[in-house]
Structures are given as structure tokens and as C-alpha cells.
């Protein structure tokens, strides 16, 4: 069974720093791309970051480019997504999520991490 | 980017009957590849997004077959052919053609 689990959510003051862990299992998680997703309370969904599985090409949103930095420990089986220069529109709840390779889809998502930023 | 228009945002539907929702995108889906990346999201209460659709109209595995998707190039509709009370929640469409991935706004399906 495909399972994804975040961590690393919390409270974190404007300007903050914190590192979102995904733990993955029930598949070769090194043959596959993943991808970080967030919602804002009472919000839609918004892409944030792409890792393909070798780790050579990566993708952001613009809102997080330069900001986040999406990684991958395929010995860990994990992603990660570092998060620095946090600001209160980047509370939401963060979804990794796992890229099927030939459909180009997100088929299998966490149950997801809550991140508040607030002073 | 690709912007994906949804409607309508809230759809009130009786128990049995149908539903349809549309998904509209600012370009063309299709891939250099051929394939168009049109796919639709469940969110049902409480839940992470599921994946009920990929390209266009290709069901996931255990997805109920009174779901079904259709469309091409630019214009997309996801029906339910009779609602249940478990369909209750938001759906989104989801671009996957080209960087980055864009969403729909979402469409609330509620029971009357």
C-alpha cells in the first residue's frame, strides 16, 4: 500500500524558518517524482514545487521560488521541503504528493502537515 | 501559467440524480507528446485531494464508474451519473501539461 506521512508542521513567527518532511512506503520511491502542494484554510489547491527522480530537475511556483527548496534522500526514502523567509500567507496545510510517470498526475497524496505562520 | 476556470463554484444536486461540472483552461492542454493532462480531484470533508480522473477521462483505480470525464484541447467536464452521499465535497481540475501545475478554484457538490 502507497503511503505518504508529513511532518515537520507548526508555529513559526514571520521570518522563520522549518524544514516539512514526507515519509514514503509501499513503493520504490527512488523511480518516482513527487511534488509539494498547499491549501490555506478554506482555500484551493496550489502547486508549489516538483523533484524529479534522479533530483536533476526541479520546479517551483513563483510564489516560493527562492524561498523553499524542495529535496530528496531516496536512502531515506523521503522528500523534504525547506522553508525559510516565512510569511503569514504561506499558512496552509502542505500535501506531498507522488507523480505518476506516465499519467503526469499527482496519483497519491499525504494525509498532509499544518504550517502557521504567526507572530 | 495556465489558468483553469471552474463552474460552477456550488452545485446543489438531489440524491440519484446527475451532476456536471466544467473545467475550462486559458491554452490548450496538449502535450508535445500528444497527451492532454486534464485530470479531477476529489476532496472530500476533512480529507486530502484523491485522484478520480487523469488525462482527460481515464478513471483511478477504484474510482466508481459514475464518474466519467470528457473534453479536449481546452474545454473539460467531469459528470456523476447519479450522486451519492459519500460525492459531498469540493472538486478541482488540475492541469499537468506544463510548469507549474495549476488547479481550478474548486466546485463545492452539496446535497439538497
Known amino acids: 500500500e502507497v503511503q505518504l506521512v508529513e511532518s515537520g508542521g507548526g508555529l513559526v513567527q514571520p521570518g522563520g524558518s522549518l524544514r516539512l518532511s514526507c515519509a514514503a512506503s509501499?513503493?520504490?520511491?527512488?523511480?518516482?517524482?513527487m511534488n509539494w502542494v498547499r491549501q490555506a484554510p478554506g482555500k484551493g489547491l496550489e502547486w508549489l514545487s516538483y523533484?524529479?527522480?534522479?533530483?536533476?530537475?526541479?520546479y517551483y511556483a513563483d510564489s516560493v521560488k527562492g524561498r523553499f527548496s524542495i529535496s530528496r534522500d531516496d536512502a531515506k526514502n523521503s522528500l523534504y521541503l525547506q522553508m525559510n523567509s516565512l510569511r503569514g500567507e504561506d499558512t496552509a496545510v502542505y500535501y506531498c504528493?507522488?507523480?505518476?510517470?506516465?499519467?503526469?498526475?499527482?496519483?497519491?497524496w499525504g494525509q498532509g502537515t499544518l504550517v502557521t505562520v504567526s507572530s | 501559467d495556465i489558468v483553469m476556470t471552474q463552474t460552477p463554484l456550488s452545485s446543489p444536486v438531489t440524491l440519484g440524480q446527475p451532476a456536471s461540472i466544467s473545467c475550462r483552461s486559458s491554452?490548450?492542454?496538449?502535450?508535445?507528446?500528444?497527451?492532454?493532462?486534464l485530470s479531477w480531484l476529489q476532496q472530500r470533508p476533512g480529507q486530502p485531494p484523491r485522484l478520480l480522473i487523469y488525462?482527460?477521462?481515464n478513471r483511478f483505480s477504484g474510482v466508481p464508474d459514475r464518474f466519467s470525464g470528457s473534453g479536449a484541447g481546452t474545454d473539460f467536464t467531469l459528470k456523476i451519473s447519479r450522486v451519492e452521499a459519500e460525492d459531498v465535497g469540493v472538486y478541482y481540475c488540475?492541469?499537468?501539461?506544463?510548469?507549474?501545475?495549476?488547479f481550478g478554484r474548486g466546485t463545492k457538490l452539496e446535497i439538497k
Open positions: 523533484i524529479s527522480s534522479s533530483g536533476s530537475t526541479i
Open positions: 491554452q490548450s492542454l496538449v502535450h508535445s507528446d500528444g497527451n492532454t493532462y
Open positions: 488540475m492541469q499537468s501539461t506544463q510548469f507549474p501545475y495549476t
Open positions: 509501499g513503493f520504490t520511491f527512488s523511480r518516482y517524482e
Open positions: 504528493a507522488r507523480d505518476h510517470p506516465q499519467w503526469l498526475v499527482p496519483d497519491y
Open positions: 488525462k482527460i477521462s
